[in-house]
């Protein structure tokens, strides 16, 4: 069974930085991408960033140059690097893995993290 758990969340100040970790159960070349969400308060679940098994990279604008994905394959790890929060980042956190099998997929979701932006 595939098991994705996130960490790393947690009460920042506005300015400050957070790193968050999702850990997979398995080889995370296994997914043919990997992402982070977040739902906000009252807010509908949005992408922030996904990075594809080639290693390619996508943002959402509203994170461009702020936030940065990254991995760790000998450790099955993806990483959501936060710099330059912003209150209105404050949302759970989740990390989702896509397997793709032809024109259908599988889609595994993490429990999620909160994130909290607040002086």
């Known amino acids: 069974q595939v098991q994705l758990v996130e960490s790393g969340g947690g009460l920042v100040q506005p300015g400050g930085s957070l790193r968050l970790s999702c850990a997979a159960s398995g080889s995370i070349l296994s997914f043919d991408n990997m992402g982070w969400y977040r739902q906000g308060p009252g807010k509908q679940r949005e992408l922030v960033t996904f990075i594809t098994k080639f290693g390619i990279t996508n943002y959402a604008d509203f994170v461009k140059g702020r936030f940065t994905i990254s991995r760790d394959i000998t450790k099955n790890t993806v990483y959501l690097q936060m710099n330059s929060l912003e209150p209105e980042d404050t949302a759970v956190y989740y990390c989702?893995?896509?397997?793709?099998?032809?024109?259908?997929?599988?889609?595994?979701w993490g429990q999620g993290t909160q994130v909290t932006v607040s002086s």
């Open positions: 989702k893995g896509v397997r793709l099998y032809g024109l259908t997929g599988n889609d595994y």
